[in-house]
């Protein structure tokens, strides 16, 4: 395999240590770095070969292209439905002609693009799900406000997917406390190629946004990585809120994000994730791949965690898991206990970890432990990432405040009062777990709005404005009671 030139280098005894805000830890961006951005790490290079699958129906287009300007990660090529047909939404009804749900159903490779804007009740359905490869769902094609779901969530059960600026929020769905509604608000099973980028999942019952599936299906460890998700982006993500004291049947269940036993290749990058009481995220035993660039704010028990379950892996011995974790922030906040580390690893079998440029603070600012948990002394820590995907360069941490401020969640441009909320209370060092939607407001409440999808406006490889931004030019959107909706407006990346 390539490696990356060493660019940075990293003491092992870092680990165990505090993160502090100074950079103790890597040495300053070189002058000639773009933006300040650090260079890749000296790793070993996995290009994940099998990105474009092979079955029928592959479209040819994909081959050689990214999904979209600024893709990372192992999936960064994954052609989602590109070449296919378009399919409009023309309908917030949870089924029947023109819906989402009609949409995802269709086989063959689509891009799903809408019509409307506004809320699409599941109607307490536990989730929506895409089970047919090869489709991008374009949430930023929709008129303003864009696309909310409620009252469930959305499974990713094939591969090849792009999902963009979709919100979700599962809720309690006026279910009874500890009753069993268990609900992702976002998650892959069994999925590979897949990209959820700039999306907001919040108010998950059982977790926000996770890449899961069977744990030991097959013969062989290789085995185990091939039929559960791998090759998984989550970039520039809102994953916040799990609801804590909700509808789990297990009681309190506020988490952020679960990534499976035996996942490998997932890219967990630049995403926020506040006012979780844990995961943030969770791998579990044996699971591979990279956390950068991330905030994690407000935590409660943990914010990031390994852990493989010696009861769950009865009969099989543990795999050693990786984790390359660089460039990230984790602020305490009113609800973090005392001494949460960055990294808590619990449970049995190693776990490689690389660390490099991250920032812990507790609520008074000192350093947080960088590496703790009852099984410590699991983490192997190495100078040099164990796995790294080809071409990404991380920014450095002292950047990612802002970035987050600026890009993350669905539509930044225009979030929502909900995402705009979770942000400025994130980066003031604010929030709070809450065990319901109704703590917050309740779910929104939005004037349904119409307008047609022009193909001629959009670059149909990229899913991107010809015209360079990322807001719909809505002047002629309407309500569904004929009133104009004021212009689309705000920050253009």
């Known amino acids: 395999m390539q490696r990356f030139r060493a660019a940075l280098v990293v003491l092992g005894a870092f680990a165990f240590g505090a993160c502090g805000s100074s950079s103790g830890t890597a040495a300053k961006p070189d002058a000639g770095d773009i933006d300040g951005a650090l260079p890749p790490v000296d790793a070993p290079v996995d290009t994940a070969q099998d990105i474009v699958s092979d079955d029928t129906g592959a479209p040819d287009a994909g081959t050689a292209l990214p999904a979209f300007p600024g893709a990372r990660g ?56 895409i089970t047919q490869p090869y489709v991008t769902i374009a949430g930023q094609t929709a008129p303003s406000p864009g696309i909310t779901l409620i009252r469930g969530g959305l499974l990713i059960n094939t591969h090849d997917v792009i999902v963009q600026h979709i919100r979700v929020r599962p809720g309690e769905a006026g279910r ?52 559960t998700s791998h090759i998984v982006t989550f970039s520039n993500n809102i994953v916040a809120e799990g609801l804590a004291n909700a509808t789990h049947s297990e009681g309190e269940h506020s988490k952020g994000g679960l990534i499976h036993d035996n996942v490998t290749r997932i890219a967990i990058i630049g995403n926020l994730y506040f006012s979780n009481n844990d995961r943030h995220p969770l791998f579990k035993g044996g699971a591979r791949g990279i956390v950068a660039n991330n905030f994690v704010g407000n935590p409660g028990r ?42 808590r690893v619990t449970g ?57 401020r600026a890009n993350v969640g669905a539509r930044p441009w225009e979030r929502d009062a909900i995402d705009m909320r979770i942000v400025e209370l994130a980066l003031s060092g604010g929030g709070a777990i809450i065990d319901s939607e109704q703590d917050v407001g309740g779910y929104p409440v939005v004037t349904p709005t119409q307008a047609p999808f022009i193909e001629d ?37």
């Open 457 to 493: 406006d959009w670059d149909l490889l990229f899913m991107v404005r010809k015209d360079g931004t990322n807001v719909r030019a809505d002047a002629g959107a309407t309500t569904d009671d004929g009133g104009a909706t004021p212009e689309d407006g705000g920050a253009t990346d």
């Open 176 to 227: 009874a406390k500890m009753s069993g509604w268990e609900v992702d608000s976002i998650s892959t099973s069994a999925a590979y190629n897949v990209i959820v980028d700039h999306c907001s999942a919040t108010w998950g019952t059982d977790e926000n946004l996770s890449a899961s599936g069977e744990r030991f299906l097959g013969a062989t460890p290789d085995d185990w990585r091939t039929n």
């Open 302 to 343: 943990d914010a990031m965690r390994y852990n493989l379950s010696a009861t769950e892996w009865t009969g099989h011995p543990p795999e050693t898991g990786q984790m390359s974790i660089v460039g990230n922030v984790y602020q305490a906040g009113p609800n973090t206990m005392p001494d949460v580390p960055l990294l």
């Open 74 to 129: 192992w999936a960064a090529a994954t052609p989602g439905g590109r070449g296919g047909q378009i399919i409009r939404v023309t309908t917030l009804a949870v089924g029947g002609p023109g819906s989402l749900s009609a949409a995802l159903a269709t086989a063959g490779p689509r891009i799903i693009v809408f019509e409307v804007g506004g809320v699409i009740d599941l109607q307490g359905a536990r989730f929506l799900s």
């Open 348 to 404: 049995v079998g190693p776990v490689e970890v690389f660390m490099m440029d991250n920032v812990a603070k507790t609520m008074a600012g000192a350093d947080a432990p960088a590496i703790g948990g009852t099984s410590a002394a699991n983490a192997v820590v190495v100078d040099a990432a164990p796995l790294w995907p080809d071409g990404f360069t991380a920014m450095p941490s002292a950047a990612v405040k802002e970035s987050i």
